[in-house]
């Protein structure tokens, strides 16, 4: 069962533009990571973010975590048509010796 | 180690056969996971090995499937009988042990089972 909620399902910007994905979910966490996912393939970690930390960068990447409101965003800036992928936060629980993941948000960047 | 590998990338099957489906890990990971991935969802946690030990197996896990990973390396996700509804991408990913510089999980590039 997926452990967590994200939002939109599905973004479609043009090239150039910020993209931003959200996720909800709803248990206690040590970390948040997110993923990318092209088509037919693998998951690739992007960034992870710890309950103590509520902001972070990486390259045109930036997480932030609100663990009172349970949620993350992830904004990509300045997308390219390469950024077109699935995107999924992915939640390690307290306790829990696995990742949690979201539903995903299927983002398309028109060139 | 150039990451995670899977066999096959692609199976189809006539349902009631039995799969068997491979996962090389990063040598270095100790910790190993299975899981699965249906159309338009996210992936969805099997089973976890630290080395050779299965400390961990979801609901989802139907006494149909079982999974092994002998002397801590490679590790295998056997199917019996299978069913349409096995039909799915299955994902193995490793990772380092607590105390690592990486926490990430490095997944493989998945098995797609369709059962026919």
């Known amino acids: 069962s997926q452990q967590g909620e994200e939002d939109p399902q599905a973004l479609s910007i043009q090239e150039g533009e910020n993209a931003t994905m959200n996720c909800s979910y709803k248990?206690?966490?040590?970390?948040l990571q997110w993923y990318r996912q092209n088509s037919g393939r693998g998951l690739v970690h992007l960034i992870l973010?710890?309950?103590?930390?509520r902001e972070k960068h990486s390259g045109r990447l930036r997480v932030t975590l609100d663990t009172s409101k349970k949620s993350s965003s992830l904004l990509i800036t300045a997308s390219r048509a390469a950024d077109t992928a699935s995107y999924f936060c992915?939640?390690?629980?307290?306790?829990?010796?696995?990742?949690?993941f979201g539903t995903g948000t299927r983002l398309t960047v028109i060139p | 180690d150039t990451g995670v590998s899977q066999n096959p990338r692609h199976k189809i099957t006539k349902r009631g056969q039995n799969v068997t489906f491979r996962c090389d890990p990063i040598?270095?990971?100790?910790?190993l996971y299975w899981y699965r991935q249906t159309l338009g969802q996210g992936p969805e946690f099997l089973t976890y090995f630290q080395n050779e030990a299965q400390l961990e197996k979801s609901r989802l896990l139907s006494d149909r499937f079982s999974a092994e990973r002998p002397k801590g390396s490679f590790s295998t996700l056997e199917i019996q009988r299978t069913e349409q509804g096995d039909s799915a991408m299955y994902l193995c990913?490793?990772?380092?042990?607590?105390?690592?510089?990486?926490?990430?999980?490095?997944f493989g590039s998945g098995t797609r089972l369709t059962v026919v």
């Open positions: 040598s270095e990971h100790n910790r």
């Open positions: 973010i710890r309950s103590n930390e």
């Open positions: 248990t206690s966490i040590n970390n």
């Open positions: 992915a939640m390690a629980q307290t306790g829990a010796n696995n990742l949690f």
């Open positions: 990913a490793s990772r380092d042990p607590p105390g690592g510089r990486v926490y990430g999980y490095t």
